[in-house]
């Protein structure tokens, strides 16, 4: 607990119920994923009760139980973008991050503790995944999410319920609380065209992260650059 309280300093904990609920929604089929859409959602009813850390921990990816990779469902290439997908959302997420030794290359086998963890060398997946978490911590640092991780009133739904399409949308305030993020995740295969979310101002929102860049190893899809809002009110916004 909190030394102000008697404690050792020791504040944060692991939020199980995040790491098991997400990884049980990651490993579905994509087409078939929009009934598990609670499974990400409803972690936020109690994110703030408490100082949690979001673990991808050792305990996920030994004894059988495969490497965060062989977790993803699809050919090598959606293993591959689910993998991406997976890790950019745990870092958009409200709480502190913890992904075990070798996730952050794509290792294809479970951790073994007689075995180094696999080298990137020769396999360009895996230097992608390393500039893709590397991007994500850039973000995560330079605007500041991590001074908000615990503060309720820096995170805001938009839409948690389009189970339809099985897609996600939230914002969350920067270290000043004065900046908007918006995260929208696409957790179907389907490329979604004209999709509107609602957004709370009129202005140009920059485009500054996507998971499926080509540099990242991906195919560019959702790669669309800014928008600009409307005023068309949608998701009880004003403007979308």
Known sequence: GETLFGGLGFDF????????????????DPLFRGHKLGNLTFNIVYAFSEKFVL????????????SLYGKMPGDREQKLANLRLLISYM???PGKKLLFMGSERSQESEWDYNSSVVSEAGEPEKSCMMELIANLNNIYEN???GKTDC??????????????????????????LSKTMVFIFNFNIKLME????????KGMFKLIFNSDSKK?????????GDAVSEETP??????S
Do not use: C
């Not at 904990?13 to 579905?28: C, E, I, Q, R, V």
């Not at 673990?55 to 495969?66: A, I, Q």
């Not at 949608?234 to 403007?239: D, P, Q, T, V």
């Open 55 to 66: 673990p991808l921990s050792h305990d996920e990816v030994v004894h059988g139980k495969g």
């Open 234 to 239: 949608f998701h009880g916004y004003l403007w």
């Open 91 to 93: 870092f958009s997420f």
């Open 13 to 28: 904990k692991w939020n199980m119920g995040w790491m098991h609920d997400t990884l049980d929604f990651f490993s579905a």
């Open 143 to 145: 605007y500041g999410l």
């Open 216 to 224: 990242f190893g991906g195919l560019e899809y959702g790669g669309m």
């Open 194 to 201: 004209n999709y509107r979310i609602g957004v709370p101002k």
């Open 151 to 176: 503060l309720q009133n820096a995170f805001q739904w938009i839409d948690f319920n389009d189970r339809n399409n099985t897609v996600i949308s939230f914002m969350r305030k920067t270290k000043q």
